[in-house]
T-cell receptor, first 112, second 114 residues
């Protein structure tokens, strides 16, 4: 029973396409996150949601639109994909009052 | 804007203790030291955290100096599966003090050799 699960694990697509990555957690957490890890392995926060409310948007282009239908899910939709979007995207979750985050296995996005 | 400094890489022999240092000379009184690691092709994994006392759990021990300006993560008997990038992160311990994000630096690549 994976605590934080992301789908798909791999995503290969053409420039200009629109794609979505799904994330679900079964830990009962109230806060969820999206992180991006680029080719140089730097891991950076993109968004965080608490109780379905957007808390952080770290200067991410408008082409990225997170959606949280409920506390257990945080999906990431990306419009008009660009080459620079190629990266590994990690979903994570935690309780708002704690700094222990649980990460998914990542989604490796390749834009051709 | 990382508040910590770690060596870029370290080696350790399998079965020996791995001691990973971290400098956080500007740490404030409310800030905890957290350690995460990222095994290749996996998501980051929480290891341990502490404020000023030494801490131990099933994964590792954390030794924080008395002035709290540095700490050491100890893996007592390193295995090949401990090969990973280890991140030391300083976080305000007050509620929501992480500002809802973890700020990862470059970390230390620990390679455990057979």
């Amino acid at each position: 029973d994976t605590a934080v699960s992301q789908t798909p694990k791999y995503l290969v697509t053409q420039m200009g396409n629109d794609k979505s990555i799904k994330c679900e957690q079964n830990l009962g957490h109230d806060t969820m996150y999206w992180y991006k890890q680029d080719s140089k392995k730097f891991l950076k926060i993109m968004f965080s949601y608490n109780n379905k409310e957007l808390i952080i948007n770290e200067t991410v282009p408008n082409r990225f639109s997170p959606k949280s239908p409920d506390k257990a899910h945080l999906n990431l939709h990306i419009n008009s994909l660009e080459l620079g979007d190629s990266a590994v995207y990690f979903c994570a979750s935690s309780f708002r009052t704690q700094n222990i985050q649980y990460f998914g296995a990542g989604t490796r996005l390749s834009v051709l | 804007d990382a508040k910590t400094t770690q060596p870029p890489s370290m080696d350790c022999a399998e079965g020996r203790a791995a001691n990973l240092p971290c400098n956080h000379s500007t740490i404030s009184g409310n800030e905890y030291v957290y350690w995460y690691r990222q095994i290749h092709s996996q998501g980051p994994q929480y290891i341990i955290h502490g404020l000023k006392n030494n801490e131990t759990n099933e994964m590792a021990s954390l030794i924080i100096t008395e002035d709290r300006k540095s700490s050491t993560l100890i893996l007592p008997h390193a295995t090949l599966r401990d090969t990973a990038v280890y991140y030391c992160i300083v976080i305000d311990g007050r509620s929501g003090g992480s500002n809802y994000k973890l700020t990862f630096g470059k970390g230390t690549l620990l390679t455990v050799n057979p």
